[in-house]
RNA sequence: UCCUCAGUAGCUCAAUGGUAGAGCAUUCGGCUGUUAACCGAAGGGUUGUAGGUUCGAGUCCUACCUGAGGAGCCA
């Protein structure tokens, strides 16, 4: 059975495409339609003389997204945007789409909220596909490097009993007599087992109740957090900038059709190799208050802050040692500056922001639980986390990068919400 | 949650406060090489909802609903 994605090793040959009817364009006694079968597009050539005449009237009259079984005669053609054309022997309509109901999505342009409520069939459009195609190479590139690279796929819960990190943004759920939440992270998972195991990853999804409405925001994301034993801030920029470059490259390498459909300039991304620039917190003030930005030491930086640096460098940039205040409370304070973090993100050019946070975790046991007290949260809830500091504690560090912001950034997208083949937003539960 | 903007035909959009239109889609007709094909014709509307101002509201006012862009927060 051929595909049209491998269509030229069929040169000259019958064969049998199993798809759907993209397009259909007619001129008097020719029909040009376009198939598609996930892998391609490729256009088919009928002419009335050629076929029965009740074939031709069940081609001349087919809805678009129709599902067909199409037989015919590869043929190298210089006018075919494939390169190659069929032209048609015999047509068999699985499922006609009716004509007082026809597909929604047209080949014209559309609105947003028109393709979201439509984006079980949105998926269907060789952009969409060509998304998904990138994303699925991000994948397995992450878990090819990871693989590779000793760490072990440790999978942690999606039902938790408390908050990783901040407590507003949890989503509740009942579990049997109790309250449960949805992870939104596995990391103080990942410091449990790769005590156990030296270096490990989990790689799922996570849900944050935020009430965010940008293009970089979904309720439901894909995250994988790589997270290494005896390991320093230092190790996870190196890590990063590795990571990081081996998925752009393997997205160039093995994806050039589906990156060429999405019309991705890969200029800026060829560019994406070590080393990445590594400037402190405070040394991302000065270049930000350079720039025009009122952001204060202390601050956080916003959206149009984190642009501003990732203009300044032509590839992904690490800022690391910001002031402990502004991050999680698990994070290992500098020994010379204890009012800084030994927290690194990664900034991605292009206006994509923030890929990647991460940095060195809090080992000292009293230091944590003093921590936890601060930030109001229950101690009984952390008394598993907080005996990782009583058995065997160890420098440890490690990261979380989020999978649709990369590919984002890979493909050159407005928006998140394509990268993900059903997202969950703030006011967007369908389909 | 806050700020801004937008809801008109299945879709994308027009329409000085004065008879709601176009392109695409659908239907019918034409065309033997079309590339979001083209040409001709037809059908298709409670202008998001509820009030209000006015002789008259798609247009102005109020509230609500839905969505988008942004802020904050984050990956």
Redesign the pocket.
């Known amino acids: 059975m051929a595909t049209i994605g491998g269509i030229a090793a069929y040169d000259g040959q019958e064969v049998t495409i199993r798809g759907w009817l993209y397009?259909l364009?007619?001129?008097?006694?020719?029909l040009?339609p376009i198939f598609r079968d996930g892998t391609g597009l490729i256009?088919g050539?009928m002419?009335?003389?050629a076929v029965p005449p009740e074939m031709f009237e069940a081609l001349k009259?087919l809805?678009?997204e129709s599902s067909v079984l199409v037989r015919g005669k590869v043929r190298a053609?210089q006018?075919?945007?494939g390169g190659f054309?069929l032209d048609i022997t015999n047509l068999q309509v699985v499922q006609a789409v009716s004509?007082d109901d026809?597909f929604?999505i047209?080949?014209?342009?559309?609105?947003?909220?028109?393709l979201?409520e439509h984006r079980h069939l949105w998926l269907r459009t060789p952009r969409q596909n060509a998304i998904l195609r990138v994303r699925h190479e991000v994948i397995r590139a992450v878990r090819d490097y990871l693989d590779d690279h000793g760490f072990v796929l440790v999978d942690t819960p999606i039902f938790t009993p408390a908050a990783c990190?901040?407590t507003t943004?949890l989503f509740e759920t009942q579990y049997f007599d109790q309250k449960a939440y949805l992870t939104q992270s596995g990391q103080l998972y990942n410091e449990a087992t790769c005590a156990a195991l030296g270096k490990t990853y989990c790689f799922g999804p996570t849900f944050?109740d935020?009430?965010?409405?940008?293009?970089?925001?979904?309720t439901e994301?894909w995250?994988v957090e790589p997270e290494m034993a005896y390991a320093h801030m230092d190790d996870v920029m190196d890590l990063s900038e590795q990571f990081i470059s081996y998925i752009v490259q393997r997205v160039l390498e093995r994806r050039p059709a589906e990156l060429k459909t999405i019309e991705r300039n890969t200029a800026p991304l060829e560019r994406v190799r070590p080393p990445f620039p590594r400037i402190s917190y405070d040394e991302a003030v000065e270049i930000l208050k350079r720039k025009g930005s009122e952001i204060q030491w202390g601050g956080?930086f916003?959206?149009?802050d984190?642009t501003l640096l990732g203009e300044e460098f032509d590839r992904p940039v690490m800022v690391h040692h910001y002031p402990a205040a502004?991050k999680a409370f698990y994070m290992q304070p500098d020994p010379q500056r204890p009012d800084l973090a030994l927290g690194v993100d990664v900034i991605a050019p292009e206006g994509y922001?923030?890929?990647?946070?991460g940095g060195e975790r809090m080992s000292d046991y009293n230091l944590l639980l003093q921590r936890i007290r601060e930030q109001n949260l229950p101690p009984q809830a952390f008394a598993w986390y907080l005996d990782l500091r009583k058995y065997g504690s160890v420098p440890h560090a490690g990261f979380?990068?989020?999978i649709?912001?990369v590919v984002a950034w890979v493909c050159g997208l407005e928006?998140?919400r394509e990268t993900i083949a059903f997202p969950r937003m703030l006011?967007?539960l369908y389909p």
């Open positions: 397009n364009r007619e001129s008097g006694k020719l040009f256009q050539v002419f009335k003389k009259n809805q678009l053609d006018r075919a945007p054309e004509q026809p929604p047209t080949l014209k342009e559309h609105g947003v909220d028109f979201m990190e901040g943004t944050r935020e009430k965010s409405k940008t293009r970089r925001h979904l994301f995250m956080d916003g959206n149009a984190e502004i922001g923030e890929v990647i946070g979380g990068m989020g649709e912001r928006h998140v006011y967007r």
